[in-house]
């Protein structure tokens, strides 16, 4: 039997995504790059060398200063190193890796938080408009592109040993929605769960950040 690190690091190198975007929007495709698909392997051989059944995490899509550079979503360059203990030649951080991975410490760090959940996106590749971070629900001819894309992928995702029973929709109402919609057709998950983007608290919550580490802790570990 295939382990989660064979099964991921496949999905995540065999990526495919339609290339005729609308004018000005640039996929993010990490996994393409050599040291990308390095620092993967090392990631995923260190949380995911077993078939254990997981649940899934699901945010709406990479952003260009976290999984847009590693390729592991919600962790940038700075969470790999002293997080993970994984060196590596990116550079930065993002708020809502930040975010994630204080949660993560606060359930008990990465092996155990890693053990139990993956966190994926609805769309595995993120997006750029003129520059700047693009959401796969911002623009209604792009969602029609790539919404073959989406439920493919999804679909590939959850063959795996997932945790059909429930999903966490990282990402407020519009991610939820959409997610939803779709699980009504193709019947992923039996229950689907939302929680806020690290973004949305970091930018405008940040004082009650502790609320919401404790708002995440409590939905993991009801599950």
């Not at 590596?88 to 994630?100: K, Q, Y």
């Not at 919401?212 to 570990?221: A, V």
Request: proline content about 4%; glycine content about 8%.
């Amino acid at each position: 039997m295939s382990t989660w690190a064979d099964d991921l690091f496949q999905f995540y190198t065999s990526l495919n995504p339609p290339r005729d975007l609308p004018e000005g929007v640039q996929w993010l495709h990490p996994q393409k790059q050599q040291e990308v698909q390095k620092v993967l392997k090392l990631f995923l051989q260190k949380y995911y060398t077993d078939s254990f059944k997981r649940i899934l995490l699901l945010g709406i899509n990479p952003g260009r200063y976290g999984a847009g550079i590693t390729g592991i979503n919600f962790t940038a360059s700075k969470q790999l190193k002293e997080d993970c203990g994984i060196e590596n030649s990116f550079s930065g951080s993002e708020i809502s890796a930040e975010f994630i991975y204080t949660m993560i410490k606060a359930y008990g760090g990465p092996k155990k938080f890693y053990s139990k959940f993956f966190i994926g996106s609805v769309c595995p590749l993120g997006f750029v408009q003129n520059g700047k971070n693009m959401n796969y629900y911002d623009d209604k001819e792009l969602l029609k592109t790539i919404e073959p894309f989406i439920i493919e992928n999804l679909s590939r995702l959850v063959a795996y040993n997932v945790n059909r029973g429930v999903c966490i929709s990282i990402g407020g109402e519009k991610n939820f929605k959409y997610l939803s919609m779709l699980n009504e057709q193709y019947h992923w998950f039996k229950k689907i769960v939302s929680v806020p983007h690290p973004r949305f608290i970091m930018q405008y919550k940040r004082k009650q950040v502790t609320d919401y580490i404790d708002l995440y802790l409590e939905m993991l570990k009801r599950k």
